[in-house]
């Protein structure tokens, strides 16, 4: 993904509109006089990509705008994106945006609120393809985790006129100590040295370290049972082995408890040791036949009784209706068939005489006294139930006397029985035991479920290590340095014979001498400073370039040659001013500047704003604006609010 700017737009208070055009992909410079707005641009572009602060100087500008625009390059579309130019305060959270596949600028009139920063920032990131991502900070720190976003990758993109001229700063408002450690806990991430499914990555390994400790509890769990519990299995295994019971006599835990469940499933009967037709066996099925006659019995009589309770209910039901047709004595003196018996009132239907109703009255309580007098015969077969209960319940009393006094009397039955209660007493002992067991997965499979989790584990770990982390940075460093040195000695700036590092955890550029280590902050001259300010920024962009990072495609800088031509020494196309030295070192500059632009052309746009007019033809082909005799980012005639 990659973000390139069209156009820098300004709307007035009365609708007017101020379009800046620029290059995608190439080397593009504004030149003009002080006090026309030149350093205003960067401001500008820091506001409409979501910044806190509108930091555009008080005064023409502010005044006299009402919005300010950006018109973007994407991969493959274009959006416009603006915001609200906040007047006399410091901020607005008006923003509009504006997406498609080829977007116009559109009419101050139609230039209204959709979103606000949160929503700009969220789409800008969108657009330039950050993804998920954490910074978690090392144990010990007590500032949060920190997500990149938009707002952490613009300090590699931009360089104002006090900032490009620094020492102690390399970056963008790394003046502010939150911004550079922000911009320290991100900058691995937009180089590439934190993996871009980190965020994915970390919810796995989550994910993975809970599965672990559940199997892990498992088999501990397992363990103990394997302690304390091995041991009464092997007991109880050994008594059913002494009771007859079972053969086998495994060793591993498993396998006794296998064959315990064998045991527990097996079942009794005392009766499998007596021969089929002795006198016991005789009275043990004459008790079962007895037993399920006075089962049957006792389903019979409660048959009958429910027959009882349905014919009292259908009495009760008969003479209820009964005592409603008494209602016929109404109709005794009426004479007339067209008149209503209760109000007098004329009928237009005949109702029926008063004989015809008596003689339907009459023979509806004959049936009903019929029906009254008809009884269900159901107490005979009742007491006869009641009689065969008995006679059954005496049955089985003789039947019991009788296997007991065999019981009591035979040495043999007395053996099998206590042998039954032994094996009843072994198997409920068993079937207590395995019912207190926990339902376990099989211990292998548990245990190489383990492993497999820890084997992915190590894999997650070692992928999102500090270590690792470190290890990919070391090696872009390293990559990024052989750059930094090589286009230090092109510009022949100081201690570029020695070998040049970035450090990211300073945010500086380092000198390896013989003497030690020398940052930027202890290097002299202006001249060296602005070089490594311009060396660092394309070399980092280049490698964002190459990898494809989601971080903005241009650089914004602003009069990087103030130190070899002072504004007051301009003269227009004239370097006269200048020495020759000077005049070839601001040459080398931008000679970099182009060639870095055309290496990876058309994934970089460069952009600077200048005193400087120089009379070199490359410079000129690169010039999109003059801002001289009275041309200035601002038309004069534009109304100012006050």
């Known amino acids: 993904m990659s973000i390139q700017i069209l156009n820098i737009v300004l709307y007035s208070h009365n609708d007017k509109c101020r379009i800046l055009p620029l290059k995608t992909g190439q080397f593009n410079v504004i030149t003009g006089a002080s006090k026309t707005g030149k350093s205003a641009l960067i401001d500008i572009v820091d506001y409409c990509f979501g910044s806190k602060e509108c930091k555009v100087p008080e005064g023409p500008i502010r005044r006299s705008v009402s919005w300010f625009g950006l018109h973007l390059k994407l991969n493959g579309e274009e959006a416009f994106i603006a915001r609200r130019c906040p007047a006399n305060r410091s901020t607005s959270e008006d923003c509009f945006v504006e997406v498609g596949n080829s977007v116009n600028i559109p009419n101050a009139s139609d230039i209204c609120k959709i979103t606000n920063t949160k929503g700009l920032e969220t789409m800008l990131d969108g657009w330039v393809g950050i993804s998920d991502n954490i910074h978690e900070p090392p144990e010990g720190q007590t500032r949060p985790p920190l997500t990149a976003t938009i707002r952490h990758a613009l300090p590699l993109c931009l360089q104002s006129q006090d900032e490009i001229i620094q020492r102690n700063q390399l970056f963008h408002g790394t003046s502010d100590n939150f911004v550079a450690q922000s911009l320290k806990d991100t900058l691995p991430y937009f180089l590439g040295a934190v993996d871009d499914e980190y965020v994915k990555k970390k919810n796995e390994q989550r994910k993975l370290k809970k599965e672990l400790r559940n199997y892990e509890k498992k ?16 007991l109880l295994l050994a008594q059913a082995r002494d009771a007859g019971m079972v053969e086998t006599n495994p060793e591993s835990w498993e396998d006794i408890v296998a064959e315990l469940k064998n045991v527990a499933s097996i079942p009794l009967n005392q009766n499998e040791y007596l021969s089929e037709n002795s006198e016991y066996e005789l009275l043990s099925k004459e008790r ?57 009132h004329k009928l237009s239907e005949t109702i029926p005489s008063e004989k015809e109703i008596k003689e339907t009255f009459v023979e509806l309580s004959k049936k009903f006294e019929s029906l009254s007098k008809t009884k269900l015969q159901l107490e005979k077969p009742l007491s006869e139930l009641e009689d065969e209960l008995q006679t059954t319940r005496q049955s089985l009393s003789e039947n019991y006397r009788k296997m007991e006094a065999i019981r009591a009397t035979n040495d043999y039955l007395a053996d099998v029985q206590e042998e039954a209660v032994k094996h009843a007493h072994i198997r409920g002992r068993i079937t207590l035991y395995l019912e207190s067991l926990p339902e376990l997965a099989d211990t292998i499979k548990v245990e190489e479920e383990v492993e497999r989790i820890r084997a992915e584990l190590d894999r997650l770990d070692d992928d999102l290590s500090d270590e690792k982390i470190q290890d990919n940075l070391d090696s872009i460093i390293s990559i990024l340095g052989n750059r930094l040195t090589n286009w230090a000695q092109k510009l022949k700036l100081e201690h570029s014979k020695f070998p040049l590092r970035f450090e990211p955890k300073r945010l500086t550029i380092v000198a390896d001498t013989n003497g030690g280590p020398v940052p930027m902050k202890r290097m002299g001259s202006g001249e060296n400073w602005v070089g490594y300010h311009l060396i660092v920024h394309l070399a980092l962009h280049l490698w964002f370039v190459c990898k494809n990072r989601p971080v903005p495609n241009f650089i914004f800088f602003d009069q990087p040659s103030q130190v070899y031509f002072p504004a007051e020494q301009y003269n227009e196309k004239s370097l006269e001013n200048v020495s020759e030295e000077d005049e070839l070192a601001l040459s080398r500059m931008f000679e970099l500047v182009i060639e870095v632009i055309n290496e990876v052309e058309p994934n970089l746009q460069v952009i600077v704003t200048e005193h400087a007019d120089i009379d070199k033809e490359w410079y000129q082909e690169a010039i999109v604006e003059r801002w001289r005799d009275g041309i200035k980012l601002v038309p004069e005639d534009w109304p100012r609010e006050e």
């Open 219 to 234: 088999l501990n769990e397992l363990s103990a049972l394997r302690g304390d519990g091995f041991e009464k299995a092997s």
């Open 288 to 344: 079962k036949v007895l037993l399920n006659k006075k089962h049957k019995i006792h389903d019979e009589i409660a048959l009958v009784k429910s027959f009882e309770q349905d014919k009292s209910s259908f009495s009760k039901e008969a003479k209820k209706q009964k005592s409603r047709l008494k209602t016929i004595g109404l109709f005794e003196d009426s004479n007339e068939t067209n008149v209503c018996p209760l109000c007098s």
